[in-house]
């Protein structure tokens, strides 16, 4: 089984959750999963071009993962609306040929290739729990979590729409609680596990978001997480960056440090804090994580 992806981040991680892609690629150099970085890659135009410009939507997505098949490889993303934006287009493409063929001959106008629909979409917390050996990865965990336990901050754009992801088991996904057991913690069950974390409305309407925030990190804190990892580069600026913002704003303390699934493993795993970009988190997890060993 091929271990080898085509990288593609999306803004967030290039731009603002840095640390996200840092321990993303810190960790798949470590379990041999080979990251190929995608140059003429650019932003997926995420929901609001899909809303406003469903053709153009069509087109970016069927560029982007053009330049992924053109190498051989399947697109492995850290971002769930990089992942739910490519995989609604791919869904699309791989079941109304008639809009692929419209999209292509739009693409080659500007020297595109055409895309073939020969590859895949990923997410790498997918690649690290359905494709890694699983014996392999638990001999890198270096500091097991003893007992931590961590809230899965599912969010909404990797699990639905269910058709999309029914491969992936959709709505019913376990990915990040099979991970935190894998790696010696204890997943913690709430309500906001599979909540929206109100990213896309933070322009539109930041006091809903603000709100969404606040109850999804007191559903998770008020079941006794230590702290919240998330598989989205959006999902961890909502629920990290942003949550300072939403205390003030409920009017009530949460302090429940937030971590990019791949930040924690890399910590279990032995990687130096810094390789992980713990210190540019919002809330300081080394306190939880020191209590229990990891770091």
Same mark, same amino acid.
């Given at each position: 089984?091929?271990?080898?992806?085509?990288?593609?981040?999306?803004?967030?991680?290039?731009?603002?959750?840095?640390?996200?892609?840092?321990?993303?690629?810190?960790?798949?150099?470590?379990?041999?999963?080979?990251?190929?970085?995608?140059?003429?890659?650019?932003?997926?135009?995420?929901?609001?071009?899909?809303?406003?410009?469903?053709?153009?939507?069509?087109?970016?997505?069927?560029?982007?993962?053009?330049?992924?098949?053109?190498?051989?490889?399947?697109?492995?993303?850290?971002? !769930?609306?990089?992942?739910?934006?490519?995989?609604?287009?791919?869904?699309?493409?791989?079941?109304?040929?008639?809009?692929?063929?419209?999209? !292509?001959?739009? !693409?080659?106008?500007?020297?595109?290739?055409?895309?073939?629909?020969?590859?895949?979409?990923?997410?790498?917390?997918?690649?690290?729990?359905?494709?890694?050996?699983?014996?392999?990865?638990?001999?890198?965990?270096?500091?097991?979590? !003893?007992?931590?336990?961590?809230?899965?901050?599912?969010?909404?754009?990797?699990?639905?729409?269910?058709?999309?992801?029914?491969?992936?088991?959709?709505?019913?996904?376990?990915?990040?609680?099979?991970?935190?057991?894998?790696?010696?913690?204890?997943?913690?069950?709430?309500?906001?596990?599979?909540?929206?974390?109100?990213?896309?409305?933070?322009?539109?309407?930041?006091?809903?978001?603000?709100?969404?925030?606040?109850?999804?990190?007191?559903?998770?804190?008020?079941?006794?997480?230590?702290?919240?990892?998330?598989?989205?580069?959006?999902?961890?600026?909502?629920?990290?960056?942003?949550?300072?913002?939403?205390?003030?704003?409920?009017?009530?303390?949460?302090?429940?440090?937030?971590?990019?699934?791949?930040?924690?493993?890399?910590?279990?795993?032995?990687?130096?804090?810094?390789?992980?970009?713990?210190?540019?988190?919002?809330?300081?997890?080394?306190?939880?994580?020191?209590?229990?060993?990891?770091?």
């Amino acid at each position: 089984m091929s271990l080898e992806f085509a990288f593609y981040p999306g803004c967030a991680g290039k731009q603002v959750q840095k640390e996200a892609e840092w321990s993303a690629r810190a960790v798949c150099a470590e379990l041999g999963i080979k990251l190929h970085d995608m140059p003429g890659a650019t932003c997926c135009g995420a929901v609001s071009l899909r809303e406003t410009k469903p053709a153009f939507s069509l087109a970016v997505a069927a560029r982007i993962l053009s330049e992924a098949e053109a190498d051989g490889r399947d697109l492995a993303t850290i971002c !769930n609306t990089c992942l739910q934006t490519l995989s609604h287009a791919h869904y699309r493409f791989r079941t109304e040929p008639e809009i692929l063929e419209k999209i !292509n001959a739009v !693409n080659a106008q500007a020297g595109i290739r055409p895309y073939g629909v020969t590859n895949k979409v990923r997410h790498l917390l997918w690649v690290v729990t359905d494709m890694v050996d699983q014996g392999v990865l638990k001999s890198k965990i270096k500091k097991p979590l !003893n007992g931590l336990r961590v809230a899965p901050f599912y969010g909404c754009h990797s699990i639905r729409p269910t058709e999309i992801f029914a491969d992936k088991a959709g709505e019913k996904a376990d990915h990040l609680d099979r991970l935190i057991t894998l790696l010696g913690g204890k997943p913690v069950a709430y309500d906001g596990r599979d909540r929206c974390c109100g990213f896309h409305v933070m322009l539109s309407d930041p006091t809903e978001m603000r709100q969404m925030v606040a109850k999804n990190c007191l559903s998770a804190k008020g079941a006794g997480a230590d702290v919240m990892i998330t598989p989205c580069t959006l999902c961890d600026m909502a629920m990290g960056a942003y949550q300072g913002i939403a205390e003030k704003t409920v009017g009530q303390s949460i302090g429940l440090p937030e971590m990019n699934f791949a930040q924690l493993l890399g910590a279990a795993m032995g990687i130096h804090e810094s390789k992980l970009g713990i210190d540019r988190l919002h809330i300081d997890p080394k306190p939880a994580l020191a209590a229990r060993g990891v770091l």
